[in-house]
């Protein structure tokens, strides 16, 4: 138990020091490339979403068919 209460605290302090380290390279970039960063950010977001939905469908779909073929055989 102890060993794994290590593990996670040093996962979360790793964790909290790169997010800090990110914070600071942020604060140290020009006004203009935050905005491209933060539209890309967004970007890259959105279309992960449309190819989640994308694949969510096609995996249901597949699913229906091979169901309706198995129960007609």
């Not at 209460?5 to 140290?28: D, K």
């Amino acid at each position: 138990m102890k060993k794994s209460c290590l593990i996670l605290a040093l996962f979360v302090s790793g964790f909290a020091a790169q997010a800090q380290t990110a914070e600071e390279r942020f604060n140290a970039l020009p006004e203009n490339k935050k905005e491209e960063l933060r539209d890309s950010t967004v970007v890259v977001l959105v279309v992960c979403l449309i190819l989640s939905a994308f694949v969510f469908v096609v995996d249901e779909s597949v699913n229906y068919a091979l169901r309706k073929i198995l129960e007609s055989l």
